[in-house]
């Protein structure tokens, strides 16, 4: 030991104080809590820096007015929309009501070339997206939201993606629905986000379909343009395959050569309802165990455990290969796979917010986030479907702030796993970690600087789920 060194370890022995910071670094944030209003809280986490996004859906993230917005937009590219606001019961049988789209469904939105080819009673039934009046614009918005009581995963699951309709095949308006994502998340601070994007299922304005190959270009053609550029944020696309369908197979497989030769695709997830046991994890154990004889580029989040039974389906995603789990709830029944990621390299993607609007949990008592966070396995918080939730991921933060009574440590943990866990390369993620660590460092001297006071100014998007559950918002 030199002497320098010698010297510094006994004023350490002599002088505990000296390693008071780290103590006072902890309480700092427990005075914050205990003396800020829950406006000063709730934009306190807006104004934080954030790590990334890992799990959310693109059309999912769309907020109703930027759908609204966009699709009326969308006219310069040659996409008109119509949307179904009455019925004249212009079919004779059962109105095809277990259709993926039934007939009866309302707030069908059809692109101009579908609603021409449609019988003249039932082309009756639509209006020009643009002609809605206040009362109809209003229920068309709130029909992508989950804003009733009533309203839970069965609506979610089984309307909100149906009446999207053709608004989700029109690769131009897409590109805009990335923008408008990448600035609401950059605004909030993150720096990094790994959306599902589909490339799949396009078409042009006239109806011919689009290959997912040259949905991708026109994608990087938008990602190319400036304001993108301007919202600072580093982004990598996952395609995500509906599970339980009888082609799932011949998808999984299409989606493969799809990410491996299309930039910024870096992985395949799996999604669709886990309540269908059609889409059990090891059903694609043979077709991964081929794919990876042949892509070498090729990285998987996969969902798994959003179900309310206890099952193996973790333990059984992870022999598929996935380095991260979204969502992970039934993780809890499954105490040897709980061993084995304590600690390990393998991720829970947390959405904290879905998983109260999709019901999987009445409330928050019964979540096993904090069990997850405290006994070491991987976590970090994302957004999933925020557009249909009407909420953020401040909101995200301030659930799990309040909820679970996290530490100073605690928040930032999560945003660092966001970082660490992102599939991008190493250099990448160290570069954004240094981003993150120097942003946040700043930040928390401020935050110490000023305390709530600080954060007395209202510029935090306050939306539906946070207003309806936590009552910040003005009356
Ligand atoms: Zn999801």
Known sequence: MNIKLRVVSLLLIMLPGLVLPVSVSADWFEDFKTEATNEQLHQFLYEMPKGGDLHHHMSGSGFSEWWFDLALAAKS???????????NNCRDYGWQSFKTTPYHLMFQTIQESAWKVLPECERDEYLLLSELNEVQKSAWMNSFRLDKDYEGRHEFFETHWQ?????????YLRGELILRNFQAFADEGLIYVEPQVTAFGYKQSDGTPISPDDVAVILRERLAKADIKATGLTYRFQQAILRFLPNAEQALEEAYRFVSENEPYVAVNMVGREDDDKGHPLRFLPTLRALRHEYNNVRLSIHAGEVDEPNDHIRDTLLLGADRIGHGLNLITDADTMRLMRHGPYMVEINLISNLMLEYYSDYSQHPFPEYLRIG????LSTDDRGMWDSTMTDEFYVAVTEFNLSW??????????????FVEESVSHDLLETYRSRIGKFERKARKSGPAGFSQ??????????????ICEP
């Not at 396995?377 to 970090?380: F, N, Q, R, S």
């Open 377 to 380: 396995i991987p976590v970090a």
């Open 163 to 171: 009446r999207l309709g053709d608004l989700v095949a029109n690769p």
């Open 409 to 422: 440590e605690e928040v930032k943990l999560l945003s660092e796993n966001s970082l660490k866990y992102a």
């Open 458 to 471: 209202q510029n935090a998007p306050r939306r539906a789920f946070i207003c309806r559950r936590y009552e």
């Open 77 to 87: 590219d040659g996409y008109v929309y119509y949307t179904k606001v009455k019925l």
